[in-house]
Structures are given as C-alpha cells and as structure tokens.
C-alpha cells in the first residue's frame, strides 16, 4: 500500500498491531529513499510482546524527521512474507524540517483528501 501526499510530513504515528516478519515501512521524499524500517529493526524495541503470537511485538510507534532531510511525502507499507499487516489510528504532522511536537501527543489538523 502507498500513501502519497501532496505535502511534506516530519511525523508519522501507527499502532502497529501483531507486528509480522516481512513488515515494512519505507518512507520517502519524491523519488528519493529517506528511510526504511523493517519488522526486525522495530519488533525489538516494540512496546508490547505478545505471547499468543510467538513474542512477536505491537503497539504505537512514531516515525519523525530528525532534520529536514528526514521529511517525507510518500509512505510505502509491504509485507513480503504473506501473514498480513495489521495497523491502526495513523498519525501525521506536515512540515518541512525536524519535528519538534511531542510524538505522544500529536495535534489533529483538518486535511482534505
């Protein structure tokens, strides 16, 4: 699945539900790779293990620009090992450089889709 959006985002939130191998997020400004995290990278660090699946971890995790080249209009969600992907309640904030709200309380802005 891919999200384009017309404007920059410096923030991305997603509860990230019975995370499974093959998860990916791959995040980018045009054309250009800004960042890619995959289900190894975060299932260790995931706030929340569930036994009934293996270990396998879940909950909100926030992506953010550390600078402005960390910024993004396109996010890339793909799973290449079958099993799904489950998420829930995404987040964004737009701007052009680094984020500096609090990613455990982002602000609702309205936008048009």
């Avoid at 879940?58 to 600078?67: E, I, P, T, W």
């Avoid at 998420?87 to 609702?108: A, E, I, L, Y």
Wanted: with cysteine; aromatic share 16%.
């Amino acid at each position: 699945m891919t999200i384009d959006l017309a404007d920059s985002l410096n923030y991305f939130g997603i509860d990230w539900g019975a995370m499974s191998s093959g998860n990916d997020f791959a995040f980018y400004n045009g054309d250009q790779l800004v960042n890619m995290f995959t289900y190894d990278d975060v299932n260790p660090i995931a706030p929340v293990k569930a036994d009934q699946h293996g270990g396998e971890g879940n909950g909100y995790l926030h992506f953010y620009a550390n600078d402005s080249s960390g910024v993004f209009n396109r996010i890339v969600v793909s799973n290449s090992h079958g099993g799904g992907f489950e998420s829930d309640n995404h987040s964004f904030q737009f701007g052009n450089d680094k984020f500096t709200g609090d990613p455990c309380n982002p602000r609702p802005v309205p936008y048009e889709m």
